[in-house]
């Protein structure tokens, strides 16, 4: 074994004693974006390091599943928003699949919310919007960087970086491989660590009448 192998006693003593307060069916909103705000604006007013970080997993044609780390940009009742370049692999994933799943991993607050829903492409003048919005250093790394292309080096993309530059001195326009995802919620569950791993786990789930919750066995 390599100089990087743990055995099973040194993984097996990393715990946590999870002492927060619970989460009970009184402790819910109507329905589950208004909970979503309410722990979001927790998350940021404790200081966290980019609440709005969540992991987005996704299915690839032959049901292998990926996972990577995307910022969200914007949550309203229809549910959440995050911008990509839809060219990359995630991108090709959710135009096979467009079912995923995202997790906002809140390990200081105790607390992850998951969600389980469905993927569609946001209008071109929403993606617009956004990314006028950005640094014009990240402009113009979306236009350097093919997402999840291989490349031959650094050399080679620092190189797309300084054409791209010299090519948009003024405004950045948009790149045809720029968009942006809305994520439909279908089910939404908000975990809160307990002590003795007695967790709470309290999901909305879409129906035709609504939502409903339902409490999950830790």
């Known amino acids: 074994m390599g100089d990087n192998t743990h055995d099973d006693a040194d993984l097996a003593g990393l715990r946590h004693e999870y002492a927060a ?3 009970s069916e009184a402790d819910l909103a109507a329905d589950p974006m208004t909970m979503f705000g ?9 200081g966290l ?26 949550y309203a009742d229809e549910g959440f928003r995050f911008f990509t370049n839809i060219a990359s692999r995630k991108g090709a994933e959710l135009a096979g699949n467009a079912h995923c799943a995202l997790l906002f991993p809140w390990h200081l607050l105790e ?13 071109r003048d929403e993606v617009e919007a956004y990314f006028t919005s950005r640094p014009r250093l990240s402009q113009l790394g979306a236009w350097a960087s093919h997402q999840s292309r291989v490349v031959g080096g650094r050399d080679e993309l620092d190189a797309a970086y300084d054409e791209v530059e010299r090519r948009f001195p003024g405004v950045v326009p948009v790149p045809d491989e720029w968009g942006g995802y809305l994520v439909r919620p279908e089910v939404v569950e908000f975990w809160q660590g307990r002590r003795g791993r007695l967790h709470d786990r309290l999901a909305y789930r879409s129906t035709e009448g609504g939502w409903v919750t339902e409490r999950l066995a830790p």
């Open 21 to 23: 307060s619970g989460l």
């Open 38 to 46: 309410r722990w979001f604006d927790d998350a940021r007013a404790a």
């Open 49 to 74: 390091h980019e609440p709005n970080a969540l992991d987005l997993a996704t299915v690839g044609p032959e049901g292998r599943p990926s996972s990577r780390m995307v910022l969200l940009k914007g």
């Open 111 to 123: 607390r992850q919310v998951r969600v389980e829903g469905v993927a569609e492409l946001l209008p």
